[in-house]
């Protein structure tokens, strides 16, 4: 980690740089930046992995630290795919907050750390499924921000700083509803392998528990989301506003009901 936050700090710097100088070749830098940083971080977790034989989302600085990388593989890929180069201005910042908070925690904690539930291929495979998927609603929520923005300056008539920085209002839209339908995808799958997980850990596919409770109204507030823009035709504004609400109540579902909810997945958010 110590190698890793480095790269993302200084990716966020010239991301920033970028946003404000408009030279292609800062963004190329801060990509690459971005990209070193991803491996090394993908690299440290395969180490650990392999040295412990446990996925390590053991405690509150791993799972945080299995977040910001899947945030950045997430992006990668899209900016690999689908050349978003804008939404590195705000991935960037976030997955060097997310690290720089994981890194105020203690990386080891002694008391779980012979728990067989960390070796099963259900949790592996459900955690997994999950934050790459949780990523992809972060990407949606920044092309939700900057999609407000842009809409902002528009209506406003003030073309002045994000106006002449950011890319269309249609292009963020639909860079939004990508993020949107692959988030969804892996939320769903990922839900399902977190049912198998919970019955081969405790016994049954549903128990009612804090975080299952709320992952299933994030669940349900995305369905509604993608529903309402296929079925009733939502787009621009509307789409970017639930976007945002979507990803907030998947912070408090990821954080906020384990740290203030008592349930099965308290472990995972140990300090």
Known sequence: MSITIPFYLTSTAIYLLYLIKQKDRLQTIGYYLLLVGFLWHSAGIGFEFI???????QNLHQTLSIGAWAVAGVFLYFRYRFNL????????????IIMLVASGFPAYESGIQAKIVFRSFWLISHVIVIFIGEAAFALACGAGLLYLLQERAIKTKQHGFFFKRLPSLQLMDTTGYACLVVGFTLLTAGLITGFVY?????????SWDPK???????????????????????????????SILGFGILVFTFLGVNLLLKGHHGDFTRV
Do not use: C, D, N
Request: hydrophobic share 55%; charged share 15%; glycine share 8%.
């Open 51 to 57: 040295q412990t034989k446990q996925f390590p989302v």
């Open 85 to 96: 180069k804008v939404l590195g201005i705000f991935t960037a910042p976030l997955v060097a």
């Open 212 to 242: 299952e409770v709320w992952s299933a109204i994030s669940w349900l507030l995305y369905a509604a989301l993608l529903h309402g823009r296929l079925v009733l035709g939502w787009r621009g504004r509307k789409t970017a506003i639930m």
């Open 198 to 206: 919970a019955k081969s850990v405790w016994g049954s596919f549903w």
